[in-house]
């Protein structure tokens, strides 16, 4: 479908199983919130790590929801997860203020001095 971006969301959790990965055309895989334990757990980082390869590996485009904290954002743009969204970025707003809020926003230093770093992330504000 022309114009149609089909997304996998909960991805690592419940029922987001690799077999939709081959049935539907995913555009998009959204990383759940609960791997961004990362920080703390193995385990959480490994998984991660594996899905934003995944991702990568089928050509789909990756975001990590519940980047609350820099280091978050900092670890995720080392492993090549291109968009982010979360508390670390923007707590949630009225509509009238987002696009002023978009216009505004700068990426913290560290995410800054990761992006130059990388090839390809580029840090995302408000996700729609």
């Not at 009225?94 to 926003?105: I, K, T, Y």
Request: proline share 2%; aromatic share 6%; hydrophobic share 40%.
């Amino acid at each position: 479908m022309q114009g149609v971006i089909f997304a996998l969301g909960e991805f690592g959790i419940g029922y987001s199983s690799l077999t939709y990965l081959r049935r539907l055309s995913v555009n998009l895989i959204k990383i759940d919130q609960s791997l961004c334990n990362m920080l703390n757990d193995a385990d959480d980082l490994s998984i991660l790590r594996g899905g934003i390869a995944l991702a990568k590996s089928i050509k789909c485009d990756v975001i990590a929801e519940g980047v609350d904290k820099i280091e978050h954002g900092t670890a995720l743009i080392k492993f090549d997860c291109e968009s982010t969204q979360g508390y670390g970025i923007a707590r949630p707003m009225p509509a009238s203020e987002v696009l002023e809020r978009g216009c505004h926003w700068k990426p913290s230093v560290s995410w800054q001095t990761q992006i130059k770093k990388s090839k390809t992330a580029r840090v995302l504000q408000i996700i729609i």
